[in-house]
């Protein structure tokens, strides 16, 4: 097999992998809220939903309604009940294997986002997401990667921006998720491998997508060379 990041004839991939509800079997922002149910989370989450708001102010103020008293309970909540998806780690190893590029772009908090992946050996500068401070009475979330001047999305984590950084012109960018934190995204690049709602959102858009189940599926068609397609 050719070297895939050195192979002249085609861009070489970049992938941008969702992390909640990709990496992980379930959304953990979602599952935090249906646990410890924070007086007023229902109305915020179906703002969110149903884009009254921006996920940036949606998610900082449902983590408000926590005291940062909760945060070792919130963390050991998460950590205790989060799934890694089959196959992640063969993914890893087939990225290494052919010299291609992976990012976490996550709209996840990174109190539960770098734990979680710390088996996994990904660099931290490979692994984009929010932060948080937890030194004031309520949680505060904090945003280190804001929607560039192209996006007026008021994202919080902003994949488009990320993704923007890896020119179409010099590589096949490839994102992987599952939901609202990557519809932006998704219109950008060359191919998504979706799962749930953003399978729905790539059909009514018709942005080119293959739907997938594990990581597994997604490292058969990464070896059979669909993203050239
Ligand atoms: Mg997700
Ligand atoms: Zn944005």
């Known amino acids: 097999m050719s070297d895939i990041a050195t192979d002249s004839k085609s861009k070489p991939p970049v992938l941008f992998c969702d992390f909640d509800g990709t990496i992980t079997l379930s959304d953990n922002i979602v599952a935090v809220m249906k ?3 924070p007086e007023g989370y229902e109305a915020i989450m179906s703002d969110i939903v149903s884009f009254k708001k921006s996920l940036r102010q949606g998610v900082g103020e449902m983590f408000a309604l926590f005291p940062s008293s909760m945060r070792q309970e919130i963390t050991d909540y998460i950590l205790n009940t989060a799934g890694i998806r089959e196959g992640f780690p063969q993914l890893l190893e087939w990225c290494k294997k052919n010299g291609v590029e992976f990012y976490v772009t996550s709209g996840g908090i990174d109190f539960f986002v770098y734990p979680l992946l710390e088996p996994f050996g990904i660099p931290r500068d490979h692994i984009f997401c929010n932060g948080s401070d ?5 949680i ?3 945003w280190p990667h804001p929607c560039d001047e192209h996006c007026k999305n008021d994202c919080g984590m902003c994949k488009a921006a ?7 012109e010099e590589y096949t960018r490839i994102l992987i998720g599952d939901s609202i934190t990557d519809f932006e995204g998704a219109k950008l690049v060359d191919l998504v491998f979706s799962r749930s709602h953003l ?5 009514e858009l018709g942005l080119p997508h293959i739907p997938f189940e594990n990581f597994h599926d997604i490292v058969h068609h990464l070896e059979q060379g669909d993203w050239r397609k």
């Open 35 to 37: 646990h410890f149910k």
């Open 140 to 142: 505060d979330i904090l």
């Open 162 to 168: 990320v993704i923007r950084r890896y020119p179409k």
């Open 134 to 138: 937890f030194s004031g009475e309520r």
């Open 199 to 203: 399978t729905e959102r790539c059909r």
